[in-house]
Every structure is written in structure tokens, then in C-alpha cells.
Nanobody, 123 residues
Framework: QVQVVESGGGLVQSGGSLRLSCAASGSRRFRLNSMAWYRQAPGKEREMVAHMINGGRTTYADSAKGRFTGSIDFAENKSYLQMNSLKPEDTAVYYC????????????????WGQGTQVTVSS
């Protein structure tokens, strides 16, 4: 199994920036096929913010385009979400998602969700 843990959330004023981090770990050798950032605001469904494919493109929600940048450091098994020009409507719990493959003496694929990190943007 692979686990992910987010960090970097907090309170920021409108127009400010935050950088979220997500660290993936596991007891077996694994590869990250993709990582993604989602968010869920109170009373709303969870939505994808940025989706990053290993060796492929990054896809953003329309609300994130031009303001957010997702990246992955495969050497460190970490992903980041740089959020600039934050707006009050960006307030949500942000979740990291990892699509992984364990290989070696066993082969297993799966997905992992973090516990979320709160981002609050004040007006």
C-alpha cells in the first residue's frame, strides 16, 4: 500500500499565495503513475483541481487555469500545488490523490487519498 500526506494549508488573504505539498510513501517499491489535487468546499462535491500524469500532461480545472501550477518530483515521490492570486471561492479542504503501482516480488495497483489540508482565503 501507498499512503499520501498533505501539508501547507492555512489562512491567506485574497490575492495571496500558498504552496501545498503531498508526500507519498510505502513499505514496498512503488511508482507513481499520476497524482492529482482535489478540493471540497462546504456543501459542495469534491472536484479535481489539477491532474498530473507521469511523463504526460497536466490538466487543470477551469477555475485553476492561470493561477495554480501542479508539479511532481518523482525522485522524492512528492507533488506540489502552487496557488497564486487566491480568491475566497478557493476556500476548501484540498486533497492529494495518488495512482500507484507496486512492483517487485508482488504487483499491485491502487489509489491513495490523503486526509486533506484546509485552505481558507479571506476577503
Amino acid at each position: 500500500q501507498v499512503q499520501v500526506v498533505e501539508s501547507g494549508g492555512g489562512l491567506v488573504q485574497s490575492g495571496g499565495s500558498l504552496r501545498l505539498s503531498c508526500a507519498a510513501s510505502g513499505s514496498r517499491r512503488f511508482r507513481l503513475n499520476s497524482m492529482a489535487w482535489y478540493r471540497q468546499a462546504p456543501g459542495k462535491e469534491r472536484e479535481m483541481v489539477a491532474h498530473m500524469i507521469n511523463g504526460g500532461r497536466t490538466t487543470y480545472a477551469d477555475s485553476a487555469k492561470g493561477r495554480f501550477t501542479g508539479s511532481i518530483d518523482f525522485a522524492e515521490n512528492k507533488s506540489y500545488l502552487q496557488m497564486n492570486s487566491l480568491k475566497p471561492e478557493d476556500t476548501a479542504v484540498y486533497y492529494c490523490n495518488a495512482d500507484w503501482t507496486i512492483f517487485g516480488d508482488v504487483y499491485e495497483v491502487g489509489k491513495a487519498w490523503g486526509q486533506g489540508t484546509q485552505v481558507t482565503v479571506s476577503s
